[in-house]
């Protein structure tokens, strides 16, 4: 298991970038260089090593300089997952709200994956079925955790 954080204040550089955890505040010692997880503080990326089932769970606050959406998803490979998109709606410039996702991941048992957690650049709208970019997010106090289920 790894849990990892970002604590300070951080507008990321534009509305596709990933978030870079800059602590690890625990780590197995199956987590490691070692074992089935690559990941280096203040780096966005987690390398799983292995197959098997990962649950996932993240959560931050998250604002933005501008109204609108902010949007956070779970990359595997650099492609979204399904079901793992959270949507903040700003509706004050500068306020803040939570987002979180909680996932199991499988990774095939010969295979290896990784995985970030990124701001989505756009949604699809409710009125209307059209894709709207979101705003560059800002985010403090976010929180992952990577657990392994089974091997």
């Not at 295979?111 to 009125?127: E, K, M, N, R, Y």
């Amino acid at each position: 298991m790894i849990q990892s954080y970002q604590e300070t204040i951080e507008t990321l550089s534009n509305n596709s970038a990933p978030v870079t955890f800059q602590t690890d505040c625990i780590r197995t010692r199956s987590a490691n260089c070692c074992g089935w997880l690559q990941h280096s503080e203040n780096s966005p990326l987690y390398k799983i090593l292995s197959g098997g089932n990962y649950r996932v769970t993240f959560n931050a606050n998250v604002s933005s300089a501008t109204v609108g959406s902010v949007a956070f998803g779970l990359y595997m490979d650099g492609i979204l997952l399904p079901g793992t998109t959270t949507i903040a709606q700003i509706t004050t410039a500068g306020d803040y709200t939570n987002v979180s996702i909680n996932k199991v991941v499988p990774v095939c048992c010969r295979g290896d994956a990784t995985l970030t957690i990124q701001s989505v650049p756009s949604i699809l709208s409710t009125t209307t079925p059209v894709a709207t970019a979101t705003e560059i997010p800002t985010i403090q106090n976010a929180n992952i955790t990577i657990t392994r289920l089974n091997g």
